[in-house]
């Protein structure tokens, strides 16, 4: 069974930073892609940042890029994003997920290339 938690989440005020990690159980973590997204109140669970089966290659969206920072850890089946410069506007519960391709070349922003979600973390920035 896959299993993905987030943990990291809190509250900071704006510029400050947080550090997200996900941990993964139940597949083997060095063969996939993974992806953090983000929901906030009242809107669509959009895409923050993937990154490739082997660290190789990430890509952010335009709203985070240049703050936030995706890496993994395959020898400890962890993700995480190093989030800087934090503003109200990146205030969400934050998701990570698994690409459900095995190998897959590139990295993909679409939420129905990702599957087994964790539970999400609160992030919330105070201006």
């Known amino acids: 069974q896959v299993q993905l938690a987030e943990s990291g989440g809190g509250l900071v005020q704006a510029g400050g930073s947080l550090r997200l990690s996900c941990a993964a159980s139940?597949?083997?973590?060095?063969?996939?892609?993974m992806g953090w997204f983000r929901q906030a109140p009242g809107k669509e669970r959009e895409f923050v940042a993937a990154?490739?089966?082997?660290?190789?290659?990430?890509d952010y969206a335009d709203s985070v890029k240049g703050r936030f920072t995706i890496s993994r850890d395959n020898i400890k089946n962890t993700m995480h994003l190093q989030m800087n410069s934090l503003e109200p506007d990146d205030t969400a519960v934050y998701y990570c997920?698994?690409?459900?391709?095995?190998?897959?070349?590139?990295?993909?922003?679409?939420?129905?290339?990702?599957?087994?979600w964790g539970q999400g973390t609160q992030v919330t920035v105070s201006s």
């Open positions: 990154i490739t089966y082997n660290g190789g290659r990430t």
């Open positions: 997920a698994f690409d459900q391709r095995r190998f897959r070349y590139g990295t993909s922003r679409l939420r129905r290339d990702f599957d087994s």
């Open positions: 139940g597949r083997a973590f060095g063969t996939y892609g």
